[in-house]
């Protein structure tokens, strides 16, 4: 009898010393930072690594030669990593920011991934963090900050010119956002032509459609008139002249550019406060940032 209870009081004892053990590899995993996927998913509100693209929406600014972005679902802020479309929100954040410090409410598709902590000494010892891969560039908003104010409890700036969008930040799959502006009597800036960025130009490329079919803008050097019709997602744009000032570079490249691109154009969608124009077979030709009208 005496050995039965022997026998029984070493299996507690085992049992209990693996749970302690359990317990020890979990703390140490978590000072390590590399706490297991299923201990970190039982945190609520907290970013994780993902497999899948998805929309994303948060406060973007760049300080230090890189991009930061604020996520509105959980109040995190993490690194933007300098590769996918990054260039093209950097640019379009470049071209609209009213100041060095100013941060802009921005709409993405991409992932949030696991990348060696930024700290060389912390990168020696196995830390890691957290970065969003921009995959997609959709929109970047006069807003600056998210509902809630979570930007503003964590010292960014809050909205100065605009109501923030509501906060449907966090891995989604993409869609097409609700539309805050309208495709006529809006200041369009070209932001990206035929996948590349639109350089700094001294005048902007831009351009806005009238009522009565009437456009006017600007190619970057020369003033623009033309004529356009919409019958729904469908969108043309007649034959579009401009003045005949010599255009030298860049700003020369880019109204040739942007002439061509019009005249291909054949649907439209709007994202937040961003136009896309795309051609017959439905790729995208430029995309435009709405700006007040001056």
Not at 175 to 190: M, P
Request: charged share 20%; glycine share 10%.
């Amino acid at each position: 009898m005496s050995h039965s209870l022997w026998r029984v009081a070493g299996c507690v004892l085992a049992v209990a010393s693996l749970a302690g053990c359990s317990t020890v590899s979990q703390k140490w995993s978590q000072w390590r930072g590399t706490s297991s996927t299923s201990a970190a998913a039982q945190q609520p509100g907290v970013l994780q690594p993902s497999t899948e693209t998805g929309r994303w929406q948060g406060v973007y600014s760049y300080e230090a030669d890189s991009g930061r972005f604020l996520d509105c679902k959980t109040g995190q802020i993490v690194p933007v990593l300098m590769e996918g479309d990054n260039a093209l929100l950097e640019n379009a954040y470049m071209a609209s920011r009213n100041g060095p410090n100013t941060a802009m409410l921005a709409s993405v598709d991409g992932r949030i991934v696991e990348r060696p902590s930024a700290d060389p000494v912390m990168a020696q010892q196995g830390k890691k963090e957290l970065a969003l891969r921009v995959e997609r560039f959709v929109s970047l908003s006069s807003a600056t900050s998210c509902a809630g104010d979570k930007a503003k409890n964590l010292g960014v700036p809050v909205p100065v010119a605009a109501a923030a969008a509501a906060g449907q930040g966090g891995a989604k799959p993409a869609a097409a956002e609700q539309a805050s502006v309208s495709l006529d009597n809006t200041y369009w800036k070209l932001l990206t032509l035929n996948g590349k960025a639109v350089p700094r130009l001294d005048k902007e490329a831009h351009i806005i459609l009238q009522q009565q079919g009437r456009l006017v803008g600007s190619g970057g050097c020369n003033r623009l008139m033309g004529s356009w019709k919409q019958d729904g997602q469908q969108l043309q744009f007649g034959q579009v002249a401009g003045t005949r000032m010599a255009c030298k570079g860049a700003a020369s490249s880019t109204e040739s550019a942007m002439l061509k691109m019009l005249g291909q154009v054949a649907s439209w969608r709007i994202h937040g406060e961003q136009l896309e124009l795309l051609d017959a077979k439905g790729k995208l030709l430029a995309q435009l940032q709405a700006v007040a009208l001056r």
